[in-house]
């Protein structure tokens, strides 16, 4: 089974570390402050204070042997950045880090991260989105402009059929699954009948799929 | 149109201020640090520097008018409180919140919050689900263990049809959207024969998808 480390136990950091150990992966936690290593050392399978910019304290703890290492240090991009580098010197095989701009994002991509993400920039993004739909509850952007998005069913598509709604013809959009309680229909055919508990889930363009959500 | 507030303009009310403005919509950014409100009032729309807990300063900005209010403030728990049941006691239409945990967001929905999101949390989980199954991409859960996953094509499926490698019976998954370059096809057929850049977008439980997705 696959190793995980992750430095920097904040928000972010012990919602990866916990989501991993609640799907069955052992994980070790590193900090370099002390109290948080301690709160958390009943939760994470193992755990480490240690300034995680010193090379000699990550062989300590034998960084290398974990297949997976995500370095969750926020604030502090100077520390972030070195701890990437250290990293990669000492050769640790994946390492993914977290940052919040574009230019820091390239940074870490140059000095050898293999995958970064803008953890806070994607949530503000996509609550603007859900904000500026009504009835947007959840997307998942395929590429800028495009995505799938789960949205509650206008009123006035309730008590039609999909096929009297003319989604593809008037919006250009496509209904991938209908949600009712906890049912899904995937693919739904053209005689279904809408419920106004139904959710949506949809593929088009963002703009296609804000103008339906409009529809009251 | 509809106008937004946005109160907190650090990394995660930057980006739901700047995301509205990018759609179209005029936004108010509200921080009680004069330094941020001044370095983007190029970029918003209005700004104004205040502490969001002082409700004489909310009516001096007569910020009842907007449809809709973020409170994006996250280290200070209390300040994030106060500045809610303010919004509340001024009859701000709809009030969305950020915070940390789940006990946090119980507390901000009792006292009258519409919505709550907890980004960075959200953000861990999804990373874990991507570092866990191999190829996944990205994810939309549309229940706690069934979601839409993008992941890339197994190597052993590519040269083979959708109907050969028989996904439904083998992993009980569902491919609704198959992207190769910047061409999407959606319900593909069953004889669609898959190439090495394909990603597949797929419907089904976390645990089947993560055995697909470590198909090698
Ligand atoms: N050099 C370092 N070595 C080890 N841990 C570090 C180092 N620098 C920072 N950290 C830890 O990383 C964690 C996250 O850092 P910080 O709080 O600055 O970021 P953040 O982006 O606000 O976090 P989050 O949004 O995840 O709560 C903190 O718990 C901090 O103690
Ligand atoms: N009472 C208040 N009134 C107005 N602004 C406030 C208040 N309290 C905090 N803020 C502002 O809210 C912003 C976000 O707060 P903070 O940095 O504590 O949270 P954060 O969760 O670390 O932010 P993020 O993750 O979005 O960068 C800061 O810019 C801060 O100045």
Redesign the interface.
Known sequence: K?E?AVIGL???????A???IE?G?SVLGIDHDREIVQRLSEQITQVAALDATDEEALRAVDIASFD?V?VAIGENFEGNLMTTVALKALDVRYV?C?T?TERQRRILLRVGADHV?L???????R???M??GPGVL??????PG?S?T?LRIPRSMVGHTLIETNLRHRFGV?V??I?RE?T?T??PSANYMFASNDLL?V?GKNADIARLSELT
């Open positions: 696959k995980f904040g928000r972010f950091g012990q919602s990866v916990l989501t991993l799907r992966y997976t995500v993914v977290k919040t993400v953890p806070e920039h994607d949530a503000g993004r609550l603007a989105h904000l500026t959840d997307l998942l952007e395929l590429e495009y799938i789960e496509t991938l699954v949600k906890q899904l995937v693919s889930v593929l």
